[in-house]
Each structure stands twice: as C-alpha cells, then as structure tokens.
C-alpha cells in the first residue's frame, strides 16, 4: 500500500515506521516479521532466477513425438537421395507419400513436429530452408548470429539439417557476396555438424553452372562446403533468348547439359541431386504458329527480355483440366494456350538419367503438386503414378543395410552406423 493513502487514513504526528506498525498491529501481525519475510522472498526470487536461467538454455527440449524413437536424427550421411519439397503443412497429405522413397523432406515456409516425427518413423529426414539475405554473407558477425539462431532451431525442432535456397543474383564481379556464401554455408555445416554429427546440408542452385539467372555463384566452393547441390532443373525459359515463345519446363537435352556444367566444374557427381518438377507452365498464347508455336508476352528477367513468367505455374493436379480442354479442343476466351508440364513418363526419363550419371539422386519440387484428397479415378491413378516414378534408393540400400558408413569425399566423416 502507498505511504500517501497510510497518511491519508492517520494523520498522526508519527514517522512512517509508526503509522506501519499501528497498521501492523490492527492486522495482528509483526511487521518486522512481514518486512523480513517479503524482503527475503524477493531474494530468493532473485537468485534463483539467476541460478536457473542458464540452466534452462541447456536443458534438452522435449520430444512431442508418439514414440521418443521418432526424435532420433537419421544417422545415414552416404545414401542416395529422394529430396522432397513440402510446401503445405498438410497431415492429410503427408500420410500419402511413398516413404519407402523419400529421403529426406525439406519444409518450405512451415515447421511442424507432426512431419519431423513422421519423417523420423520412416527413417526420413526432416530439414528446414535456412533463411537468408545477402547482407548476412559479408558480415562474420552476422553469419555467426545467424548460424546460432538456426542450431537452435535445428536443436529444438530436433531437425536433419538445413537447405539453402537464397536463388539471389550475385553478379560475376561481386567477389565478396560469392566468398560470403560460401563462407555462411561452410561455417553453418561445421557447427551443424559439431553439435549433431549427421546432419546434412545442400544448396539450390541453377539448372546450369553458368551464371544462368545471374547467379554466378562458387559452385564448387558450395559443393565442397555442404553435403551436396540440389540443381533446380526447372524454371529453364526464366530467360528465352531467342524468339520469345513459350517452351518446356524442364527440357531433357538442357537437363543433360546443365548437369554436365556442373560435372565439368569438377563437381563429383555424389555432390549433385538433380532436382525436377511436379509442375508445369500455362502460357496464353499472343499468337500459335502451325508448328504450335506459342508466341509469348515478353516479360524481362534478369538481363533477358523474355521469360517464363508470362505463363503461370500450374501444379500437376490441375493439368488434368488440361486434358479436359484438349478433348474440348479449345481455350478459354478464345485464345489459344500451350500448356507444358512433365508427367512420370517424362519424369521417368530424367530420374534414369541421374541413377546412370551416378548421381547423389533426384528431389522433386513440390509434394503437394498432386490431388491427394481428390477421389476422381484419374487423380488417384496420377497420384500413385508419380510417387511410383520415383526412384527406389532404399530398396537397395535395404540389401545393403550392414555396409558401414563410408567417409565423405572431404573426410570429415567417418562415423559407423
Ligand atoms: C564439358 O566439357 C566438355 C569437354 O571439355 C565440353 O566438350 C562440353 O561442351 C562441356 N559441357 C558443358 C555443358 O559445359
Ligand atoms: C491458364 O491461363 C489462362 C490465360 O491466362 C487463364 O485464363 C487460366 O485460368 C489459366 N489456367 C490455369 C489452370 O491456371
């Protein structure tokens, strides 16, 4: 209670200790007593606050899992990869993915235990993308920061590592941007790694070595800092430099080339996972030759006058309307639309090509791009078809599974499963 309103109610000639004692003594207590009391409570508040704060910073978080098991991070850092990109947090879906496939399942714009705990169950691993922006990668101080808040992260959400998908341009002459992402993705694997020895980390980069998008980035001092490369095979008309018309996706020969970029850059092709997609492009077509040539609107990109972002991406589960258009045998509002897109066949095609090349293995942007909910035979049929497409890595790696763990190219690994 404040003096004022203690005055206020007596006022007596008294000092305040008086007045206090007299209110004391009307409660029928000692206010010697209470004045100890209080003051030694907020002590011992004090102190022990002091004493378990930096505790708590070290106390391990707690599994939300089903089965503690499930917050085990996966051990295997040699198998080839099922790399798969979840955009939605979605339960209803992630119970339809073939997880005798994926290996590993990156979480783009979410975090949620029930997948990490999902992933882990089926001896998948669970990483998150590592955020990031250009101005992190000249400044150690920042790198540092930024590396401590994602181990944390890593920690709590008990995570398989990080992706990096920055996919900023970074021009040929910016020596100090390139060597800063560099440096960020080695300094974020070497403490990753000290604190959870399995954990792994990849960067997105361009479908070829190039500069392709103004991305002139160390391809090989990336590979060599993470545990490999996810090459998005895809996007490949962000700039069309001839006649501005509309073209594959994902076109097979570029693929090949692409790849070969890499590999002629001295990249080992087990640094490389050829990442390909559920998705196509819609393009309005401004005029469609006999040829079926689909003239475009140009829109820059990058230095280039025409891209794709003309169309618009459409996932696979919408390109069964497309069928539906082509049986009607038109467009809407009269204007013809090309429409390109991968299906298993030409999915099948590529995912060979990357077992052949002896590569890392294949990643698929995005999960969610089929109708998992939908009961339309075709949708179910197109579902099951994709995820059969798929490689079947851990089969073999089932006949195997008392190989001991091989060292990584760098050596710096060399632990036994
Ligand atoms: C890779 O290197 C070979 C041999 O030097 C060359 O013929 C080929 O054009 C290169 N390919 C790419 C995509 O860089
Ligand atoms: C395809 O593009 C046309 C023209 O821009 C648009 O009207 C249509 O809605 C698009 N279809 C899909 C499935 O996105």
Redesign the pocket.
């Known amino acids: 209670m404040p003096e004022k309103d203690i005055e206020a109610v007596q006022p007596l000639q008294k000092g305040t200790r008086e007045t206090r004692r007299q209110w004391c003594k009307m409660a029928g207590v000692d206010f010697r007593w209470v004045a100890a009391c209080v003051s030694l409570t907020l002590i011992g508040i004090a102190i022990g606050y002091w004493l378990i704060k930096p505790l708590g910073a070290g106390v391990p978080p707690i599994c939300p899992c089903e089965n503690l098991h499930f917050c085990n991070r996966i051990k295997d850092t040699t198998r080839k990869e099922v790399f798969m990109f979840s955009l939605r947090a979605t339960a209803t879906d992630w119970v339809r993915y073939d997880w005798t496939k994926v290996t590993t399942v990156v979480m783009v714009g979410y975090l949620d235990m029930g997948l990490v705990c999902l992933a882990h169950k089926h001896g998948a691993r669970a990483v998150i993308i590592g955020d990031v922006t250009a101005d992190v990668f000249v400044s150690p101080d920042k790198r540092k920061s930024w590396i401590a808040k994602q181990l944390d992260v890593v920690d709590r959400y008990f995570l398989d590592g990080l992706n990096f998908d920055f996919e900023g341009p970074i021009l040929p002459d910016q020596f100090d941007l390139r060597d800063g992402y560099t440096a960020l993705v080695r300094e974020t694997r070497a403490a990753l790694v000290e604190k959870f020895p399995f954990a792994m980390v990849s960067v997105d980069v361009a479908w070829g070595a190039q500069g392709v998008d103004e991305r002139s980035y160390d391809n090989q001092g990336l590979a060599a800092a993470a545990d490999f490369l996810f090459i998005m095979a895809y996007d490949m008309q962000s700039q069309i430099r001839g006649p501005c018309v509309a073209g594959p996706n994902s076109p097979f020969p570029r693929v090949m080339?692409g790849v070969?970029?890499y590999l002629?850059a001295s990249i080992s092709p087990d640094r490389l996972v050829l990442g390909l997609p559920w998705y196509g492009y819609n393009y309005s077509c401004l005029a469609l030759s006999k040829e079926n040539e689909c003239s475009i609107r140009a829109i820059p990109f990058r230095g280039v006058y025409c891209s794709d972002a003309a169309g618009n991406e459409i996932n696979f589960n919408t390109i069964s309307i497309v069928h539906l258009w082509k049986t009607l045998g038109r467009g809407m509002n009269g204007h013809s639309l090309q429409v390109r897109y991968d299906d298993p066949k030409s999915l099948k095609v590529k995912y060979q090509y990357a077992i052949d090349a002896g590569l890392r293995g294949v990643g698929v942007w995005n999960t969610e791009a089929l109708a998992y909910s939908s009961q339309e035979p075709r949708d179910i049929w197109d579902v099951h078809e994709m995820w059969t497409t798929l490689p079947d890595f851990r089969q073999n790696q089932r006949h195997l599974n008392n190989r001991k763990h091989l060292p990584r190219p760098d050596g710096s690994d060399t632990v036994q499963g």
């Open positions: 080339e070969q970029s002629n």
